[in-house]
């Protein structure tokens, strides 16, 4: 059978229309139409990337439920990659299904107040203690914590070593009594992110992912895999902010000047042009994990989501300036395009600093992707605990 006729055999005997929307999420996962490309028994058939498109285009006809990506995006887009590369069998098992159909929230406690573009320096500690390890440290700008049940967190198992050589790569249960959650409101009034505060927190040595001490190379994948996330979701041409931008242009032929037009035209460009990169980007994921070439997309989306809601701002004049609301929100979602031309514009400031800020993704665009001379870094190859701080 090919991925069309499984899709029409799962759409036969769960119609979605009479389906509990959770059921029928499970029994897709378990017929390996979750994500094709997966292995066989986690959601996958092993199957092309690609096909992804047709199971997800017959599915969509079929008005079946989603899993709601936007409310589950670090878990699918940055914990499940990394647990498919470096996670056992069992934490394979153990985490992808929950994960896929959104019964379990992720989130990412990497950020510390003292380590953030300089992730290796982090100094929350994990020490061994018999079967397990026990956790104290600060993590900051954690999205989504206060709706997460699991964590992907890196913290330190050798301050002997170097700083990038005395990392380890764990998951941690965000339900442990160790864990304190403390929102941290931000420019647009709300609160989606957090600080976390890890009070002898026990992880199980079964939740470690990769080799102790090899948390950095595990780091990087998730890392790069965040860049894709963040810079290179499918989009339809016209689709997220330039659409929301145009939308207002059309409607409102009177607040139109020459000079915003031109910027309007330069901004359709720019977005289709980052549209079909990142398409090719995915196309090129088919054939293994993302490179650094996914920083390229995360800087442009970045620089692109100012423009555009700057440019909306103006185009809206004075109206574009107010605010509609301030009122302490803790949304579950990240949304880029939601509420009011205020709110979007706000919002996109933040998104040259997510998941890598601009100025590093272009040390990593000059040093990985262009081959030019690294950044000195006399600290490489000092142990952790004799480093400044
Ligand atoms: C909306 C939002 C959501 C986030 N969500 C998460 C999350 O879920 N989990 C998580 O772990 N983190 C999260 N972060 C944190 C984010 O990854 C960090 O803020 C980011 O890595 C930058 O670190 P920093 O804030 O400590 O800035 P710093 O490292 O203090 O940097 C400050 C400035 O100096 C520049 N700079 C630093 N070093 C260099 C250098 N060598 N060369 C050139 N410029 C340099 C930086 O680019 C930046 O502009 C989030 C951040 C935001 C804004």
Sequence with gaps: MDVLERTRA?????DPAGTDRLDFLRARFDAGLAWVHFPPGLGGLGAPRS????VDAELAAA???DNDPRRIGIGLGMAAPTILRYGTEEQKQ????????????????????GAGSDLAALGTRAVRDGDGWVVDGQKVWTSIAHAA??????????????KHRGISYFVCDMTDPGVEVRPLRQLTGEAEFNEVFLTGVRIPDTHRIGAVGEGWQVAQTTLN???????????PREGGLIGVVADTWRARPELRTHELHQRLLKGWLDAEVIRQTGERLRQQLTSGQPGPEGAAMKLAFARLAQE???????????EGLG???????RPEVVDFTGREAGYRYLRAKGNSIEGGSSEILRNVIAERVLGLPAEPRTDKDLPWKELPR
């Design 63 to 65: 008005r079946a439920p």
């Design 51 to 54: 096909e992804q498109a047709v």
């Design 308 to 318: 555009l809601s700057g440019l909306e701002v103006e185009l809206l004049g004075e």
């Design 323 to 329: 605010y509609d609301d301030w009122t302490m929100t």
């Design 10 to 14: 799962l759409l036969a005997e769960h």
């Design 149 to 162: 049940r699991w964590a992907i967190l890196i913290a330190r198992t050798d301050p002997d070593l170097p």
């Design 225 to 235: 895999n965040e860049r894709v996330a963040i810079g290179g979701q499918a989009t």
């Design 94 to 113: 153990r985490f992808l299904r929950p994960l896929w159909t959104g019964e379990e929230v992720w989130c990412q406690l990497f950020s510390e107040p």
